[in-house]
């Protein structure tokens, strides 16, 4: 059923939050990847199929969760990413 995409997109996106909050940036990646399979795949579903009345207040408490988890995960992420690029930053190197 279409409403099990939400469910999976959701419960990925948890597990990509509780790998940010464990700086375990490798199923962050793992995670991430596996939503957007699952965005795919809705997507495709959504031509052929639509949901119950009943499910679609069910969806948008998905929604809602799911843009929490995105809001905590890039409050985890950015803070590692502006690391990361000052660390491999190139400085500029004066010539005498």
């Not at 959701?10 to 995670?31: I, L, T, Y």
């Not at 988890?69 to 930053?89: C, M, S």
Request: aromatic share 8%.
């Amino acid at each position: 059923m279409l409403i099990d995409y939400y469910k999976a997109i959701e419960d990925s996106s948890a597990r990509m939050r509780d790998a940010a909050k464990a700086e375990n940036w490798d199923e962050v990646a793992r995670f991430e990847g596996a939503c957007a399979v699952l965005i795919e795949q809705l997507r495709h579903k959504a031509r052929s199929e639509d949901l119950l009345p009943e499910q679609r207040s069910e969806k948008i408490r998905i929604m809602q969760r799911i843009l929490q988890n995105d809001a905590q995960i890039r409050d985890l992420v950015e803070p590692w990413l502006t690391h990361f690029e000052q660390k491999f930053e190139t400085k500029p190197q004066l010539l005498h």
